[in-house]
């Protein structure tokens, strides 16, 4: 194998790798958050709703309201 082949090789790979990492580089820095609309106050208090299906708050909504 002849010495000079191997080097442009080795030096093309090297430039892929360097093109790679910049690519991935700018992937990584160029995440932020894109400013829009805050969710309505309407999810919060979905979140907030106990859930009545489950078997533990059955008991403890019937307790409450007898």
Known sequence: ????KALADLREQR??????????ERLAGGRSRV???PPGP??????KRPNTSAPANIERLKATSD
């Not at 194998?1 to 000079?4: E, N, S, T």
């Not at 430039?15 to 991935?24: E, G, T």
């Open 15 to 24: 430039d892929d790798i360097d093109r790679a990492i910049l690519s991935l």
């Open 1 to 4: 194998m002849d010495l000079a």
């Open 42 to 47: 309407s999810l919060s208090r979905a979140r």
């Open 35 to 37: 400013p829009g609309r």
